[in-house]
């Protein structure tokens, strides 16, 4: 019993590395590009994440709302609004839904909470990549942040283990995990910035403090997922990416971050 569970952990482990290269290849490639295709990937990803959201909270109108969700981000994408007025507007939506999530029953205001949370990726996105003289900096930050902060938390967790973080939300995550992935997150996201930005004038401190609040951000977002998750008895959003469920599963950090670069994007522009 005991080989057969290692290795189908070990299987597993396989499957997700797997997977989470090939989307990071794909998703590498279209940031570099930009433009079109990078602001067409992430419409199609919205529109995912809501037919994965409307079929776990209602069951119903999950692939008409998933088309309609894209369809409306590329719509709002042609409006006379600046990328950063955009990316507030569509950054405070979200978190309006997703605090307005916790508390809702009614289905169709648990719709438009999930409406408002996958446009998030349509809109926030592109007003980032698009941010003049830093939009790829940006972008690829939010990813390293995320991704350092999700891979550190796993291995370790697994490593040290120790008291539980939230064992009413996500049985397997930990204290020790979730620091790990915090200080790797923070490192990560600092390291760069600065590469990018090797002259910064006023030094890497406010650097190192958005990346670690970015990193709590993103394993913010992924308990408030898991917390969806298991409210409607759902294991995974779908099972769209081999070892890892769904958009939504492997997106809910990310989403958190989006939020929290969008809003800072949007109040930076207002600064000046």
Known sequence: MNGGSAGAGASE?????????VLAVVILGVTLYGGWPFRLIWTAVAGVVAYEWLAMVSRRHAVAGGIGVGLTGLMLGFLPLSGPALAGVAALAALAGAVVTTQASNQRLLEVCGVAYALCFALVTPALRDAPGIGLALIIWTFAVVWLTDIAAYFTGRALGGPKLMPSVSPKKTWSGALGGALAGTLCGTAVWAWFFPGLPSGLWPVLAVSL??????????????????????????????????FLDRLDGYWAVLVFAGLLLYLARLGH
């Not at 482990?13 to 290269?21: D, E, K, P």
């Not at 992924?222 to 769904?246: C, Q, T, V």
């Open 213 to 246: 609040a970015a990193s709590v951000a993103s394993q913010a977002g992924d308990l408030f997922e898991s917390s969806i998750k298991r409210r409607f008895g759902a294991k995974d959003s779908s099972h769209l990416i081999p070892g890892h469920g769904g």
């Open 13 to 21: 482990l396989r499957l997700r590395v797997i997977s989470a290269l």
